[in-house]
């Protein structure tokens, strides 16, 4: 059974969103009639504040971006990202929270007809993390236009039990309730709730596979109104997949004008190295997670565990292993010191659980969360054999091979995205002959309406274009938004 299908009579969506992450959410949020205006004077940057206020009562729908954004600096290469983040979150990288410089207000008029297609609950990859891991992003960078993460996290706590965590903040000890970097299973519960505390739930379907998207000509599209469209658009796009709905599975075929991509990296990095599937190899916290929660304390093992890779999830990984006393080998390419790595790039005091492993890589400590367990580190060096024996086989800087004998593997470096069911759509990225990694090949996009430049009608949000944080990858929202619903003058 089809929910919808070519055949039947229909309008297609405006737009359809895939992927439910929380900038698929920020996106759904303006779609749905929710739209911003800036206060006058209410951004410390003078420059923004003139330009803005030159459009007073215009909202930023209908703003020029392009010329708003000019000559903002910050961490992100796209500038309506730097723009939405600096007005949601002034100065927030001088460590200032300053409250939002935006008012929102609901213009049902000014809804646009959407979809959105995600494969789980709403909040994308949040809901796949260890739930008591801490973010690296702080509270506020997290939070998304329209329901405020503070208020919504004591609403949250007032109607669960208390449990004190004995987490650190800011270097001092707090009664558990951490206010400046919260668990990634909240995270995933303000994401979950954001839907319904904004009233855009209607617009998702969860627990959904799409299949594949292509681009169908007015003459080649049956039954869809997208032949009685004004004249600028040829014909729409047509996406099929399947839905879970009640336990039941069905197949569904929808149309849509415009389609954003917001899957994200869901895709596990692999070394391509044999022995990489045997099955005490992992390459995902959820997974590596459980099989450190069935370990009895303390393990029976004597054997380390192998962690490869200098990046968070490597980092939150050796942490689990240590806090479960399990010894731990980390093997990482780069030199301890390498200002490329994460660790060595963030303040000791905001970040004290990642900083600790920056100093065990280095030598300079030996504990963490209170226990001594083995930790060594080999810097400069790369897996090339994992065998079935449980013994590896690791390659210093200067070719010498050496064996180690292991209880499990855990390969953590990085993740790439998964754009397989984009039937005929080619040459998206930046090297437009190269697959899509949203490290070295974002897909290439207008900078200020997040489509395409080689696709018309398909848009780009997040990791996807090189925006990993979600302070950042919102700005896509305003971009798509400001594009598809600006009002003529």
């Not at 014909?235 to 899957?263: P, S």
């Not at 004998?405 to 039937?423: Q, R």
Request: charged share 20%.
């Amino acid at each position: 059974m089809s929910l919808f299908s070519c055949d039947e009579d229909y309008d297609p969506f405006e737009v359809l969103v895939i992927g439910n992450g929380p900038n698929a959410l920020s996106l759904s949020f303006i779609l749905s009639g929710n739209v911003p205006y800036y206060i006058p004077h209410q951004h410390p940057n003078t420059i923004l504040d003139q330009k803005l206020c030159e459009h007073r009562g215009k909202s930023l729908l209908d703003c020029d971006l392009e010329y708003l954004s000019e000559g903002l600096e910050g961490r992100s290469f796209n500038p309506v990202a730097l723009l939405f983040d600096q007005l949601l979150r002034p100065n927030a990288d001088l460590g200032k929270d300053q409250g939002s410089c935006l008012k929102w207000y609901h213009n049902g008029s000014r809804a646009v007809k959407h979809l959105v297609l995600g494969s789980g609950s709403p909040g994308g990859c949040w809901h796949n993390m260890e739930g008591s891991q801490l973010t690296l992003s702080l509270n506020n960078w997290l939070e998304l236009p329209g329901c405020n993460f503070q208020d919504w996290l004591r609403a949250h706590r007032s109607s669960t039990v208390r449990k004190p965590c004995n987490l650190v903040t800011n270097g001092v000890k707090s009664d558990g309730y951490n206010y400046d970097r919260a668990t990634t299973s909240h995270i995933a519960q303000y994401y979950k709730d954001f839907v319904a505390n904004t009233n855009i739930a209607s617009n998702f379907w969860n627990d959904t596979k799409v299949l594949s998207v292509k681009r169908l000509l007015s003459e080649d599209c049956m039954g869809c109104h997208c032949q009685d469209a004004d004249a600028h658009r040829d014909g729409c796009w047509e996406v099929k997949g399947v839905r879970t709905y009640a336990g039941i599975q069905d197949m569904f075929v929808v149309h849509a004008y415009n389609v954003v991509l917001a899957t994200g990296n869901r895709v596990p990095e692999t070394l391509g190295i044999a022995g990489e599937k045997l099955p005490f190899v992992y390459h995902k916290m959820d997974a590596i997670a459980r099989y450190l929660n069935e370990l009895p304390d303390p393990p029976l093992s004597v054997d380390p565990c192998l962690v490869v890779g200098a990046g968070l999830s490597a980092a939150d990984c050796v942490l689990a292993a240590r806090n479960k006393g399990l010894p731990v080998i980390h093997a990482i390419r780069r030199q301890a010191t390498d200002s490329k790595i994460i660790y060595n790039q963030l303040p000791g005091v905001v970040y004290p659980e990642y900083y600790k492993v920056g100093q065990m890589m280095k030598g300079e400590a030996t504990t963490a969360y209170g226990r001594d367990v083995m930790y060594t580190p080999f810097t400069k060096t790369t897996l090339v054999e994992i065998r079935q024996d449980k013994e590896c086989v690791l390659k210093k800087a200067d070719g010498t091979l050496f064996k180690q004998k292991v209880s499990s593997v855990f390969v953590l470096i990085g993740a790439k995205p998964d754009l397989s069911f984009l039937s005929g759509v080619k040459r998206l990225g930046v090297h437009s002959l190269k697959p899509v990694d949203s490290k070295d090949n974002p897909i290439d996009i207008n900078p200020f309406t997040y489509e395409s430049v080689n696709e018309p009608g398909l848009f780009a949000i997040g990791p996807l274009i090189g925006d990993n944080f979600v302070r950042f990858g919102i700005g896509g929202a305003l971009g798509i938004a400001n594009n598809l619903m600006k009002e003529n003058e």
